[in-house]
């Protein structure tokens, strides 16, 4: 039997390429003679950069730049041809906050790995987005691009309280003649009941006022970016402006185009040649939910394997998806490290749970 082993990260306790070796092994380790293919997956956040590197080699250029809360932290740009691939997390991902304080964090960073990606000469510019521990509607990643306002843009949502009109041409002129596009996994907009601070604040530190609060400062940016009028402030709704705590919105500002994330990385891989060559499709990540469907890395996978008329599973980490939305999603079936050995350990010795439930699954799905 030939099973294509593609999981997304384990957030918080497993890289894509961590979860990919530790299901493999399980799965060999039950089933010794069935050919496992490992393709770990990403879908713009953490692992963006790794993934695509072992996907489509290239060369990583090594830089560092300011951190969500000051200080500098590497950064790994990959270019490969004209094109350069940027992961925002590195700049501003949750992993680089032990204190989440999201009415101070920067996007400021990202703008930096921006003008480094122009300096070694890319053509085309490709920014991961997601996982980011920042809200500030990507006021700093203009403020590093050279846009101006009454207000510092470097300083998180906080600072801007009274911002009026932005003065943007800097940062378009600094960026003229690149195509740049965005990939993510978020196809929300940025402001309002459904926007990326409602949707993502909590997990970045933002309780109720805060969330009302940040929302409020989102909209007088848009204003002060774009104006007053539902014509002119309609850049803010569209989808994918809400990606990154609205890094999105202002990559969107520069002329940005949205892709999908997930597809970019499962074209790089050949995910839909390698499905239709295997027996099985196996895909996972850390919490398998309904949110899943919103291009993710499992609903992608799945989609892919349904293309090549294969089965597709999942394995991860907790599974609060019903049977009905799961076949909505094409999978067949989903297992939890949490039912097979409870959060404790699952959380505590992530890489030995999955092994041991990826083995338990080649029980029952290999032939």
Known sequence: MKVLVAPDKFAGTLTAVEAARAISTGWRRRKPDDEVVERPMADGGPGFVSVLHEALGGQILATSVRGPLGG???????????????????????????????????????????????????????????????????????????????????????????????????????????????????????????????????QKGLDDDGIQRVDALLDDLVVAACGPTPSQRGIADRKGAGAAGGLGFALMLLGATVISGIDLVADAAGIDELAAGVDLVVTGEGTYDFSSRDGKVVYGVAQRAAGAAR?????????????????????????????????????????????????????????
């Open 72 to 202: 500098d932290v590497p950064l790994s740009l990959l270019e490969a041809g004209d094109t350069i691939y940027i992961e925002s997390a590195q700049a501003c991902g949750l992993d680089l906050v032990d204190d989440r304080r999201p009415l101070e964090a920067t996007t400021y960073g990202v703008g930096q790995a921006l003008l480094a990606a122009r300096d070694a000469g890319a053509r085309r510019i490709i920014v991961g987005l997601g996982g980011s521990a920042t809200n500030d509607g990507g006021a700093g990643l203009l403020a590093a691009l050279g846009a101006t306002a009454d207000v510092p843009l470097d300083r998180g949502p906080e600072a801007l309280v009274g911002i009026t009109p932005i003065d943007l041409s800097p940062a378009r002129e600094r960026l003229a003649g690149l195509r740049i596009d965005t990939a993510s996994d978020v196809g929300i907009g940025l402001l309002g009941m459904f926007g990326a601070t409602k949707a993502f604040g909590p």
């Open 311 to 367: 089965p597709c599973i999942v394995i991860a980490g907790n599974v609060t998806v019903g049977s009905r939305e799961m076949r909505a999603m094409g999978v067949e079936s989903a297992y939890s490290m949490v039912d097979l050995v409870g959060a404790e350990t699952a959380l505590s010795d992530p890489h030995a749970s999955l092994e041991n439930l990826a083995a338990r699954v080649a029980r029952t799905w290999s032939f």
